[in-house]
């Protein structure tokens, strides 16, 4: 019973922690290390499964498919400290400013264009929202319609291939069915790759955003 209290008190008490505006990264990894420390001390935890820690992070960092993360992250940055996504924004809100719901129809095609470029949500949102945002509310756009298509455009980069979501998913999915097939006796188990994930993503990550422009187009009007 001890042990499930331990839990509820961790998950309340990270989650208050991630409200706080720390970085993320330091917050899991501190207060897991915080409460195997509680846990330890009274008991509930073998101290000796921490000795794990070095051999996880080298097999992390030498996995080859988790390589494609920082250059990702890294190709986002390119795109919003260059300008590059601000004049994609620019020049497309030129194209459809004359056509009904056009500013919401550039930013979906622009969220969905940094999205397969990035590979990541939070430069797309953010650079989505301090573009439009105030240009769509001066267009007299509703806020809802506004928050919404810049909130679903940003977070297309979830699904759009290549995606970071989907690099890692991969790597835990080929674990686990490797592992499932051992668990069934067959000693030559198959792995799933990036390619079939990707490849999976393709046609939801088209249909999104034609979905989302279908409805600002013909549920909406300027």
Known sequence: MAIQILLIIYIFLTFLMLLSGYPVGFILAGMALLFSAIAATIGLFDPTFLMAIPNRIFGIMTNQNLLA?????FMGLI???TKIAENLLITMNSLYSNSSGGYAVSVVIV???MGASTGI????VVTLGLLSLPIMLK?????ELTCGVICASGT???IIPPSLVLILLADVLSSA????QLNMGIFSPETITIA???AGAIIPGLMLPLLYIFYIKYFYAD
């Open 69 to 73: 993360v920082p250059l990702f992250i």
């Open 79 to 81: 795109l919003e400290k």
């Open 111 to 113: 969220g969905a264009l």
């Open 121 to 124: 949500v939070g430069a797309s």
């Open 139 to 143: 267009k007299s756009y509703p806020p």
């Open 156 to 158: 297309l980069g979830q």
């Open 177 to 180: 069915h490797q592992q499932a």
């Open 196 to 198: 079939e994930l990707f």
